[in-house]
């Protein structure tokens, strides 16, 4: 590393760590033969008449710019679903941006709202994307712990307790990545009311709001006084399988989205029309493909969890989302040490825990959005690593048949790929 250049790069992008999944996945990719259950990414195509949306539009010549805020008829329909889903109204000409995926969406959130100095609350363990943003936006990061024996909720006593006068954010993440956990209506409520008497702003990622497996969940912009106060940011990545088409939006007060949106116009300009012709499709036609696949994610669920109890580590029980969180304390390795040995002994890719924060040490985060069948080999692999470490076992419960994914030749909606 050349001194001389380095000296001249802006000194918080110097100070910021590499992120720790990117790091571990660097050697995921010298190793053969691995399974990962690392990415956040769902093993499904999109479905086959979304992908047709996209490939109409073009064919029809929509190749062209749209306006920075996004296509209307997109907003209108982004308007739509979270009104008929949780009872939240957007002016979709004026409350709504669509963005290139959820992470640009965070990304000017913070830059629009963050101070030098202004402090972040951000509940742990969290995704690896919050503090380094928070970071580049001249915010000061302050970390929320929660723990796996509280079901990794977090409580409005935590929060009060963390305000100073410089506090002026909270990011909210539910369900979590990389936990799973949820949180109750009564929970947020009285997260909410601190919020509002502290006159706080809450950035509220609901990248997952549809992937949740037991009660219903709960959009912190629909709360009593809170939709002014609340960003909202969503997308269609996970619920759609459409990581690759980077697709998100961001709702909130006139004020706020247009903050979002100057910088946004200076930046990016506005995201690609292809990929929102194909989101307007989703949204329009993909509920039953969606649904399929929430199905076969809450089947993986029950095995992963199964799985991880009887080879003697503890889990909790993810109640959205697609991650499990298995404690590896009883292993007597780190979170990182475990995540390096199982992948050159097992050949099978987790992310160390404290990749979220210094809660996470001491778990690993494995995705279950992986087909049926390798999830089964990955675990049969993964019990006989922590065996050979001491771990006492109870009998594994196996999947039996693989589910349709990537490689079967089948889509989402069950149908045969063209």
Same mark, same amino acid.
């Given at each position: 590393?050349?001194?001389?250049?380095?000296?001249?790069?802006?000194?918080?992008?110097?100070?910021?760590?590499?992120?720790?999944?990117?790091?571990?996945?660097?050697?995921?990719?010298?190793?053969?033969?691995?399974?990962?259950?690392?990415?956040?990414?769902?093993?499904?195509?999109?479905?086959?008449?979304?992908?047709?949306?996209?490939?109409?539009?073009?064919?029809?010549?929509?190749?062209?710019?749209?306006?920075?805020?996004?296509?209307?008829?997109?907003?209108?329909?982004? =308007?739509? @679903? +979270?009104?008929?889903?949780?009872?939240?109204? /957007? $002016?979709?000409?004026?409350?709504?941006?669509?963005?290139?995926? *959820?992470?640009?969406?965070?990304?000017?959130?913070?830059?629009?709202?963050?101070?030098?100095?202004?402090?972040?609350?951000?509940?742990?363990?969290?995704?690896?994307?919050?503090?380094?943003?928070?970071?580049?936006?001249?915010?000061?990061?302050?970390?929320?712990?929660?723990?796996?024996?509280?079901?990794?909720?977090?409580?409005?006593?935590?929060?009060?307790?963390?305000?100073?006068?410089?506090?002026?954010?909270?990011?909210?993440?539910?369900?979590?990545?990389?936990?799973?956990?949820?949180?109750?209506?009564?929970?947020?409520?009285?997260?909410?009311?601190?919020?509002? =008497?502290? @006159? +706080?702003?809450?950035?509220?990622?609901?990248? /997952? $709001?549809?992937?949740?497996?037991?009660?219903?969940?709960?959009? *912190?912009?629909?709360?009593?006084?809170?939709?002014?106060?609340?960003?909202?940011?969503?997308?269609?990545?996970?619920?759609?399988?459409?990581?690759?088409?980077?697709?998100?939006?961001?709702?909130?007060?006139?004020?706020?989205?247009?903050?979002?949106?100057?910088?946004?116009?200076?930046?990016?300009?506005?995201?690609?029309?292809?990929?929102?012709?194909?989101?307007?499709?989703?949204?329009?036609?993909?509920?039953?493909?969606?649904?399929?696949?929430?199905?076969?994610?809450?089947?993986?669920?029950?095995?992963?969890?199964?799985?991880?109890?009887?080879?003697?580590?503890?889990?909790?029980?993810?109640?959205?989302?697609?991650?499990?969180?298995?404690?590896?304390?009883?292993?007597?390795?780190?979170?990182?040490?475990?995540?390096?040995?199982?992948?050159?002994?097992?050949?099978?890719?987790?992310?160390?825990?404290?990749?979220?924060?210094?809660?996470?040490?001491?778990?690993?985060?494995?995705?279950?959005?992986?087909?049926?069948?390798?999830?089964?080999?990955?675990?049969?692999?993964?019990?006989?690593?922590?065996?050979?470490?001491?771990?006492?076992?109870?009998?594994?419960?196996?999947?039996?048949?693989?589910?349709?994914?990537?490689?079967?030749?089948?889509?989402?909606?069950?149908?045969?790929?063209?």
């Amino acid at each position: 590393m050349n001194e001389a250049w380095c000296e001249r790069i802006n000194p918080v992008v110097k100070n910021i760590p590499s992120s720790g999944i990117r790091r571990f996945f660097d050697m995921v990719a010298e190793t053969r033969g691995v399974i990962s259950l690392g990415v956040g990414e769902p093993d499904f195509v999109t479905p086959w008449h979304i992908r047709e949306a996209c490939i109409y539009s073009l064919e029809k010549g929509y190749t062209m710019y749209t306006s920075n805020s996004g296509l209307l008829e997109l907003r209108c329909a982004i =308007a739509r @679903d +979270l009104a008929g889903s949780y009872g939240v109204t /957007y $002016d979709p000409r004026k409350e709504i941006l669509v963005t290139v995926g *959820v992470s640009q969406a965070l990304d000017l959130a913070l830059r629009a709202l963050v101070s030098p100095g202004d402090e972040v609350l951000i509940p742990e363990p969290s995704y690896v994307s919050y503090a380094p943003t928070v970071m580049l936006a001249g915010g000061k990061v302050v970390p929320l712990p929660t723990t796996m024996e509280e079901g990794f909720s977090l409580h409005a006593h935590q929060v009060e307790a963390a305000i100073t006068s410089r506090t002026k954010l909270l990011v909210l993440c539910y369900p979590n990545n990389p936990t799973g956990a949820v949180m109750s209506r009564e929970n947020l409520q009285e997260i909410m009311e601190i919020v509002r =008497a502290h @006159d +706080l702003i809450v950035i509220s990622d609901e990248i /997952y $709001d549809k992937l949740t497996y037991e009660g219903q969940h709960t959009c *912190v912009a629909s709360l009593p006084g809170m939709k002014e106060r609340t960003i909202l940011l969503n997308g269609f990545s996970k619920s759609y399988a459409m990581t690759g088409w980077r697709i998100g939006y961001a709702c909130g007060n006139p004020d706020f989205i247009a903050a979002m949106t100057k910088i946004h116009q200076y930046t990016m300009l506005c995201a690609p029309i292809t990929a929102q012709m194909a989101a307007l499709e989703a949204l329009k036609n993909g509920r039953p493909a969606m649904e399929r696949m929430i199905r076969e994610y809450n089947r993986r669920r029950h095995v992963v969890i199964h799985a991880f109890k009887d080879m003697g580590l503890p889990c909790f029980e993810p109640r959205g989302a697609f991650y499990a969180f298995p404690e590896i304390r009883a292993t007597g390795l780190s979170s990182e040490e475990f995540a390096e040995v199982l992948l050159q002994e097992e050949k099978v890719a987790v992310v160390p825990g404290n990749a979220f924060g210094s809660s996470g040490e001491g778990f690993v985060r494995c995705s279950y959005a992986a087909s049926l069948e390798e999830l089964g080999e990955a675990l049969r692999r993964m019990a006989q690593f922590v065996r050979r470490l001491g771990v006492r076992p109870r009998v594994i419960s196996t999947p039996t048949r693989p589910l349709l994914s990537r490689g079967t030749g089948m889509n989402a909606a069950g149908s045969a790929r063209p």
